[in-house]
């Protein structure tokens, strides 16, 4: 192996070790937010992000859970909820209406439920939920989503000009899909931040 190749190698293996010394500490950093949001205690609002509703027209583990936490921390401070989500590949229905309907089945009054079945990335719901409530003359939402994806969502709305609290529906899975759900959403704060403080157009 001549001396060219093998500093190649070397910068290779220098790199490859940066990177992956970064992705774990965005994994860390993933982590160390959604144990340090604070306690809700004042919100006029709920907003409830979307996530997959299954083929078969049932939601997801982790909707489930959302509209978990959305019934519990409507039911501790009874205000309008706004439910997010469009209707992605292979979902038979718009999450927003799904969550709607299932909300309206867990004894949520209908006419307290807003709909953005429009939207979708986090951006879109915080935006197009924004502009419901906003009409509604309210302004201190809670944002209720899954646990490691929390605080990123509370940081887009406070980009948007909320001052949001949050409410965590927790990631009750194995290690493995823990580590699939916290992978990803490091990836996605180096898109939040190259957005938020690089202004690229992602």
């Known amino acids: 192996m001549n001396r060219v190749l093998r500093r190649i190698l070397k910068v290779l293996l220098v790199l490859f070790i940066f990177v992956a ?3 774990a500490a965005l994994v860390g950093y993933t982590v160390y937010r959604e144990k340090t949001v604070p306690e809700p205690s004042d919100y006029d609002a709920i907003i409830v992000l979307g996530a997959q509703v299954q ?6 583990v982790q909707l489930d859970w959302r ?9 501790a401070s009874p205000c309008p909820v706004v439910v997010c989500g469009a209707q992605g590949k292979d979902e038979p229905r718009p999450e927003a ?12 009054p ?15 719901n915080i935006r ?26 509370m940081d887009i709305a406070k980009a948007e000009g909320f001052e949001p609290q949050g409410a965590a529906s927790p990631t009750k899975q194995e290690f493995q899909f823990w580590l699939k759900n916290h992978g990803r959403e490091a990836l996605a704060w180096v898109k939040f931040f190259l957005i938020r403080y690089i202004g690229l157009d992602l």
């Open 110 to 124: 209908a006419g307290m439920i807003y709909t953005d079945p429009v939207s979708t990335d986090t951006y879109q």
């Open 21 to 23: 010394v970064c992705y």
């Open 67 to 75: 509209l978990d936490k959305a019934v519990e921390m409507y039911n």
């Open 55 to 60: 083929t078969d027209g049932e939601p997801s």
């Open 128 to 153: 197009n939920a924004k502009a419901i409530i906003e009409q509604l003359g309210l302004n201190r939402p809670l944002i209720i989503t899954s646990d490691y994806h929390l605080p990123r969502a």
């Open 97 to 108: 209406e799904v969550m709607r309907d299932l909300l309206i089945g867990r004894g949520m």
